[in-house]
């Protein structure tokens, strides 16, 4: 049997030449593309934000690295990359053999990154043009929502905070009006207008002025424990009602662990019971797979993130792009609306484009689409001949405040018509109501997508945006945001972004 031989190993050698730790970093390693990137950033913003005075400080542009370098391999955690920068020998590199505790690297994070993270994020993307990997012409424009760093059971809701306001405003008046009618003071009880909506201020202003005119001898024991309810337990529930209005704004729902958070219905629905999860709307825009620019949003729907999300993007790069690609989510007057005024190109189906390419559709004779228009003369024509006149216009808005018209035309008589019930089921003529503004829209729509280059552009929708949004979440488990309010939010995301970037 021949003689085993071992390779000589001890950990307690020591090395004749000190060991160089740039040796230990191949050529073409992900760390050395951070860093060549990181050196070429302007960070003048984020040096201002510095103080000077005391102990030397952490370079912005190591700490920016170290960031980088975490969230390109799915380090999230700032105690983690601090563990990092003592074991690992990439973060040692990049860190220059400098050791930020978790507190100083979440401090930068948090605070210096609040104000440019889009800057940083833009100065890469612009590099990422200079090397033509990316045009800007075009945006293919997708959203996702991500779980808030929240407790899933810590919600709000509006409708239930305002009915319970309602019953403690009655509760309310009910006291006052009884109170009132013992002491006689026009300044504790106004009139009944005034009574039935009551805020936190004026109740404690009619509390003050009742115990400041000794008002407190006119009334008998049980008027005298109401006003202690009032004072002790009513006041402050009142308060906290105003409260979760005056932070619920325009939205249904927060959480009470992040106030910025909205609860939403989520995709990943293991108990599919349709359970909703405090979240944000994450919106991006991608070209070749890569994130040109993304934004933040409390509300869940899709169209309402399309004029800021826009506006974004012409204010990081100074112009807008030419072309932009989206799903049936965007299809809106609105919408559509803001894309033309802007001059940019739309490829974006509205709701009821699939339907309209069936043939049940085209089929269906009663559609106010497949009717007879005259446009001349402004009327329509149903199947049986029935001249269908305009009425009247009705005008309304949207939940976002946008202005719509609508005119109404009603057929001149259907009694009697053989084919009435297959057509409407109205006591009345039939009526329909066509947006005029909408239908040109839609015509524009319906030619866009079903030219050649649109057909070609809006093919490669599904493998632009969605396979990012895959990446992100699969490939770097990035499910749930690590930090709260909308501001570190933005800067959790912006990381993400800049490193899906880096990946590319």
Sequence with gaps: MMKVVFKPHSVHQQELFPLNLNDLVPFGHSARLIDQVVEKLDITAITALCKGGGASSYHPKML????????????????????????????????????PDFRTINEFRGQKLKENIEKLFSQIVLMMVDLNLVSLEKQF?????????????????KKSVEKNQERLQS????????????????NFLSDNQQVDKIDSKQLKAKIDAINQNNKTDLLNKQQ??????????????????EKHLE????????????????????????MMNGQLKPAYNIQISTE???????????????????????????????KQSKVVVADAGYGSEENYQILHSQNIESFIPYNMYRIEQTRKHKKNLFHPQNLFYNKEEDFFVCPMGQRMNKIFIKNSKTTTGFAQ???????????????????????????IEI????????????????????????????????PVFGNIKQNKGFKRFTMNKLPKINIDFGLIAITHNFSK
């Design 64 to 99: 920016l690295k170290i960031l980088f370098y975490g969230y390109l391999n799915n380090i999230y955690s700032c105690r983690k990359l601090a563990k990092a920068t003592t074991e690992n020998i990439h973060f040692m590199w990049l860190a220059g053999g400098q050791k």
């Design 435 to 466: 947006n005029n503004n909408l239908e040109a829209f839609k015509i524009k729509a319906r030619a866009n997508l079903e030219s050649d280059f649109g057909k070609e552009i809006y093919s490669k929708r599904c493998i632009e945006p969605e």
């Design 288 to 318: 070749n797979q890569v994130i040109t620019d993304y934004s933040t949003h409390q509300k869940s729907t899709d169209f309402t993130s399309l004029e800021p999300h826009l506006n974004g993007f012409k204010n990081q790069y100074g």
């Design 405 to 431: 018209q609508q005119s109404v035309y009603q057929a001149i008589n259907c009694n009697g018509c053989p084919m009435r019930g297959q057509c409407f089921k109205a006591q009345t003529n039939r009526r």
């Design 171 to 186: 509760k309310i008046n009910t006291v006052l009006s009884d109170i009132g009618q013992v002491t006689e003071s026009d």
């Design 141 to 157: 424009i997708d959203g996702t929502k991500i779980e808030a760093n929240a407790h899933k059971y810590s919600f709000v809701w």
């Design 224 to 241: 005298k424990k109401s006003i202690k309810k009032l004072t002790d337990q009513q006041l402050p529930k009142l308060k906290e009602y």
């Design 247 to 270: 932070i619920l704004g325009e939205r249904n729902s927060y959480s009470k662990s992040d106030t910025d958070a909205t609860f939403m219905r989520m995709k990943e629905d293991h």
